[in-house]
């Protein structure tokens, strides 16, 4: 009969093998501030980088605590609370087990022990027993993850930044996403909650509806149980403009006020009967002006035909008759204007003289 040597990991808990993270995504609350539900973008996620600055709720922990391992069908990943059990069966007498670690020299297994250092290992055992009859060496291939995934959470809102101020509208809606990686075992799941709420597994993008950034709680875990609630943060206009890595610190201002829009013609008009006339070659210009977002476009039509289009520089009638202008005029908010209106009529047709004799 042959004798065996089995390498066995002694867990605390239950043995899991996690392949993935499993998501599900539901309406989030605002804080205290502004009590109000969510509305969910469906957009995917897209990786974000890492700010320098960091929120956190606590320090990077194993809190979990407990022994867990993961294999991707070669390696077998490990926390550094897993023990390794070496034990032998014999047909007659068994004697002892030799092992060692890495390119370290053997030693008589005497009880279960642990890999404190992070990183890839190979363990060597095998089996003596009375007769001397030495068994062939086996080995385990074993990688050590101690430390917890790194986590970014990017909040992307239509921010306007005027000076030192960072404006928003009065309903205002946050983009949240999360990525988390883990360079050893892999990330296994990233929760997160608003304030009061409870966990919920993170799958893709959300939306908060709030006057300013909502604090998250978020946990990210590793296949071997590394778990951290610390992340990293960056506020984000709509262009990819960081306006702050401390959402903390982030002050809004909310702006209601819409802009006001002027249109202009570059000379005075002629009045008839309270009607303003002008040539062809008048040119009308169209402004805006904002006190706290600032302007961010302006829009025209001329004479109710087709939709407000974007404004890009002076206009002029060519026909003659009655002609209007309307202009509208957005902030960098979103607060749209009133409808400004020019009402003119264009003489193009010069006077047609005629000559009368007189005799008397």
Known sequence: MKKVSILSLLMFTAFILTSG??????TVKTDEKAAVTTDHVTTEDTATEHAEKVYEKEDIQLLKGQPKTFTDGYNTYVNDKVRFELFDMDNVMKDSVMYKIDATEEKKYTE??????????VIYYYSIDKMGNKESMKSINVIVDKTAPETAVTITAPFSKNGENIYASETFTYNYSIASKDNISGVAAVTYAAKGEEQKQYVKPFSINSIAPVVLDVSSEDKVGNLTKKYTTKVVDENGNVLSENIEAIKIIVDKTAPVVEIKADKPFFMKDKMSVASKDYKYTITAADTESGVKSIYYRMDNKS?????????????NGMHKIEAISRDAVGNTSKTSTLDVFVDIIPADTNIKLITE
């Open 21 to 26: 993270a499993a998501f599900s995504q539901e």
């Open 112 to 121: 279960p022990f642990t890999l404190s250092d992070e990183g890839s290992h």
């Open 307 to 319: 939709e407000f289009i974007l404004y890009t520089g002076e206009l002029q009638f060519n026909t």
